[in-house]
DNA sequence: ATAAACTTTCAATAATATTTGAAAGTTTAA
DNA sequence: TTAAACTTTCAAATATTATTGAAAGTTTAT
């Protein structure tokens, strides 16, 4: 006799903590901290530092760290509970939330700068015969271009709390 | 009496390059690699190994494979000249193309394998009663639902390969 | 077939990023 | 004020990732 095998959620719950760090990773996001985040997400309650440090195995000074840069992007926050010394972490569930408040940490961190560098790059100044000059600055123009384009969707993106337009784009019916 | 300095070229490429690399790394590309194809995009014309190795201060090892790699994600090109051994390289200068290009790499790489374990994950089993249960399922679900409309988005936008639609979201004027 | 010109590989090394854990710091209740 | 409960820090250790360079491999002209 034979059972089909469905995945069980020890095991599904493994799976996505560790895909989810391994996609952060390759997005420059610390694999630890994508971890914890996806631990708190699959969570119904709010956890606690112990709990956190059990689940995935990391050291206090980790778990410490990574919760403060989590809250640092917006991802989690701190509950507290009458009576009771310990704080409590918990995650923003809403994905398109979540996905915003990426976007927005991303763009003032790396956007930003590199912008303004760019901005400073394109007044250089040279000898419009020379093809080293004529090939940077259009480069650097077109670049320049593309990042404010950019920049500005981001904003709209952002800005737009209910956007009727994203929505339609990425079909999000909440 | 005073002169507005202004950035020189040699000065402003430097900085280019940098600025890419640092860029790259915070995204998860290798730093000698954005550098490398920073250099490309800012040069007129083609270049050798051993001009790339020159001007970048790396070994010969590290220049091939990175080219390799850059040629792996479409970003650069080989040319061949006539009566000469050695290979020349340079970079696609169409910041839309070299956009695309990028994303079309990442989501084969990382958006494809994840909408793959997710669709695997939403179909776990368990008690409908159990929070643990309910929340994970939940957030996998939603989760899927982002990552898939993204996919879907990103599918558009590779398939236009003139594309009034994104032409206008990001004003690109070429 | 040979050798010069060039490219590729990969084990060793170096650089970078992450993690640990014990000590120091802080807060609260009594 | 004290001490227990909890959080934070950071120097040292570890793990990961990138780079080197010499040797092996390949191609082409003769």
Not at 109 to 117: Q, S, V
Not at 123 to 149: C, M, Q, R, W, Y
Request: glycine fraction near 6%; hydrophobic fraction near 40%.
């Amino acid at each position: 006799m034979y059972y089909i095998c469905t995945m069980q959620l020890p095991e599904a719950k493994l799976k996505f903590i560790e895909a989810w760090g391994k996609l952060g990773s390759e997005w420059g996001i610390n694999r630890t901290m994508a971890q914890v985040h996806a631990l708190l997400l699959i969570s119904p309650g709010a956890m606690t530092t112990e709990e956190i440090m059990e689940e995935l195995s990391i050291s206090r000074g980790n778990a410490n760290m990574t919760l403060r840069d989590l809250i640092g992007w917006g991802l989690i926050e701190k509950q507290h509970r009458a009576g009771e010394r310990k704080e409590y972490f918990f995650a923003e569930k809403d994905t398109w939330a979540i996905a915003r408040q990426v976007a927005q940490e991303r763009k003032k961190r790396e956007l930003d700068p590199i912008i303004k560098l760019l901005n400073e790059l394109t007044t250089v100044e040279g000898d419009e015969k020379d093809p080293e000059f004529k090939t940077f600055k259009t480069s650097v123009t077109d670049i320049n271009k593309l990042a404010k384009n950019v920049n500005r969707t981001l904003e709209t993106m952002l800005k737009a709390e209910e956007s009727w337009f994203w929505g339609s784009i990425f079909k999000i019916f909440k």
